[in-house]
């Protein structure tokens, strides 16, 4: 009965591919988002949809693209992976995003390592 | 826009003693405050949070924190700690604008 679900779990791929991490949330949540998580645990915001409407996007390069074809998922797809890359991926949904109601729960995580 | 403030970046200390984790933000308007902890190699849980009321919050695994206004802080603090509280902890705060600012964290280390 996982709330958040993400896959997989790790990622090791080589400079240049394209890679995609799934996210599922079973908890009816209107809101998700990705955080990338870097080496020194410091967590950024890249994405957040609310009912499948993007609304935050941050800044991210390009080659990061987010779709969320319902509201229960949220995949993020990179292109032409760089070393930069190499952290790890947070999915997280929130009931709303807004104020009091963006308490977020958070998936496992996906350590994407580029080589 | 808001920000958040986690003035130790390492917190060493002995199992059964207390621990008090500092975070201080930066806001002009109402704010909800977060704790989240990290145990190693896994995601983010929620410990507690305030959203409004009473400014003395009780959240999981014995943990509390207080929220005080004129000092904009919102520190975590628990009696004892536990081998098991070994963790990476997070303040975050949210207003109505779809994102939560975390801060960069407290790393607590629990030694015997």
């Known amino acids: 009965d996982t709330a958040v679900s993400q896959t997989p779990k790790y990622l090791v791929t080589q400079m240049g591919n394209d890679k995609s991490i799934k996210c599922e949330q079973n908890l009816g949540h209107d809101t998700m988002y990705w955080y990338k998580q870097d080496s020194k645990k410091f967590l950024k915001i890249m994405f957040s949809y609310n009912n499948k409407e993007l609304i935050i996007n941050e800044t991210v390069p390009n080659r990061f693209s987010p779709k969320s074809p319902d509201k229960a998922h949220l995949n993020l797809h990179i292109n032409s992976l760089e070393l930069g890359d190499s952290a790890v991926y947070f999915c997280?949904?929130?009931?709303?995003?807004?104020?009091?109601?963006?308490?977020?729960?958070f998936g496992p995580g996906t350590r994407l390592t580029v080589l | 826009a808001q920000s958040v403030t986690q003035l130790d970046s390492q917190v060493p200390v002995f199992e059964e003693a207390p621990v008090e984790l500092r975070c201080n933000y930066s806001s002009s308007v109402s704010v909800y405050l977060f704790w989240y902890v990290q145990y190693p190699n896994q995601g983010l849980q929620l410990l507690l949070k305030?959203?409004?009321?009473?400014?003395l919050v009780k959240g999981i695994n014995g943990f509390e924190a207080e929220f005080n206004k004129s000092q904009t802080s919102f520190h975590l603090r628990k009696p004892s700690v536990h081998i098991s509280d070994t963790a990476e902890y997070f303040c975050?705060?949210?207003?109505?604008?779809?994102?939560?600012?975390f801060g960069a964290g407290t790393t607590v280390t629990v030694r015997a």
């Open positions: 975050a705060v949210s207003q109505n604008d779809y994102k939560l600012s």
């Open positions: 997280a949904s929130s009931q709303d995003g807004s104020g009091a109601y963006n308490e977020q729960f």
């Open positions: 305030y959203l409004s009321g009473s400014t």
